[in-house]
């Protein structure tokens, strides 16, 4: 990508990639919403996401670190989002991927390090972010907060959160999981115990 050319002619280096392109349909009911345009919310936020870091790792030998900014969207279901209800966490899972292939033995790129996180729910200010009505009660973050979260994952002692997704309003505590999961489940050959 040019832009890694023009930063490494300009800067020598890239240190830290923080991708936070993104789109959403919001009248994406399934029956209503054309294909090419359901379609449209992977190809910007999982394919554009891929697309970056691959540059990226490519550019860089695989040293640095990259922080994709995801959203709350990845964790709940509401009405015509079914788009990006599911790109997100494909997105997520990219994440995981990336960190996973990056931290196997045989990996070229054992310096790369990878995070998602959900910038939060934060108040709109001075004309920026989105209000929505339902959220707003819960908007208690100030708009500077994910800027310093990002920062704040420079640091190597948070190399536990490797590969995860994470919010900047959560505490954050050191051996809690991080990935996506199903939470408590059991497999076995006869399946999870499911109790009603």
């Given at each position: 990508?040019?832009?890694?050319?023009?930063?490494?002619?300009?800067?020598s280096?890239?240190?830290?990639v923080?991708?936070?392109?993104?789109?959403?349909?919001?009248d994406?009911?399934?029956?209503q919403?054309?294909p090419?345009?359901?379609?449209?919310?992977?190809?910007?936020?999982?394919?554009g996401?891929?697309?970056?870091?691959?540059?990226?790792?490519?550019?860089t030998?695989?040293?640095?670190?990259?922080?994709n900014l995801?959203?709350?969207?990845?964790?709940?279901?509401?009405?015509?989002?079914?788009?990006?209800s599911?790109a997100?966490?494909a997105?997520?899972?990219?994440?995981?991927?990336?960190?996973?292939?990056?931290?196997l033995?045989l990996c070229q790129?054992?310096?790369?390090r990878?995070?998602?996180?959900h910038?939060?729910i934060?108040?709109?200010?001075a004309?920026?972010?989105?209000?929505?009505?339902?959220?707003?009660?819960f908007a208690?973050?100030?708009?500077?907060?994910?800027?310093?979260?990002?920062?704040?994952?420079q640091k190597?002692?948070v190399d536990?959160?490797?590969?995860?997704?994470?919010?900047?309003?959560?505490?954050?505590?050191?051996?809690?999981?991080?990935?996506?999961?199903?939470?408590?489940a059991?497999?076995?050959?006869?399946?999870?115990?499911?109790?009603?």
């Amino acid at each position: 990508m040019a832009i890694f050319d023009q930063a490494f002619a300009d800067f020598s280096t890239v240190d830290v990639v923080i991708n936070a392109a993104g789109v959403m349909n919001v009248d994406g009911m399934i029956e209503q919403i054309e294909p090419a345009q359901w379609w449209n919310d992977h190809e910007v936020n999982v394919k554009g996401t891929y697309n970056l870091a691959h540059h990226f790792t490519t550019a860089t030998n695989g040293t640095g670190t990259f922080i994709n900014l995801v959203s709350l969207g990845a964790s709940f279901l509401a009405p015509d989002l079914s788009s990006y209800s599911t790109a997100k966490p494909a997105a997520i899972k990219l994440g995981e991927d990336l960190d996973l292939d990056n931290q196997l033995s045989l990996c070229q790129m054992p310096n790369l390090r990878t995070f998602s996180i959900h910038p939060g729910i934060d108040e709109a200010a001075a004309g920026r972010g989105a209000v929505i009505d339902h959220i707003a009660p819960f908007a208690k973050g100030k708009q500077p907060l994910p800027a310093v979260f990002t920062m704040y994952l420079q640091k190597q002692e948070v190399d536990f959160l490797r590969g995860g997704f994470v919010s900047e309003n959560w505490d954050i505590e050191e051996g809690k999981p991080v990935k996506l999961g199903f939470v408590g489940a059991k497999f076995r050959p006869e399946g999870h115990p499911w109790k009603y």
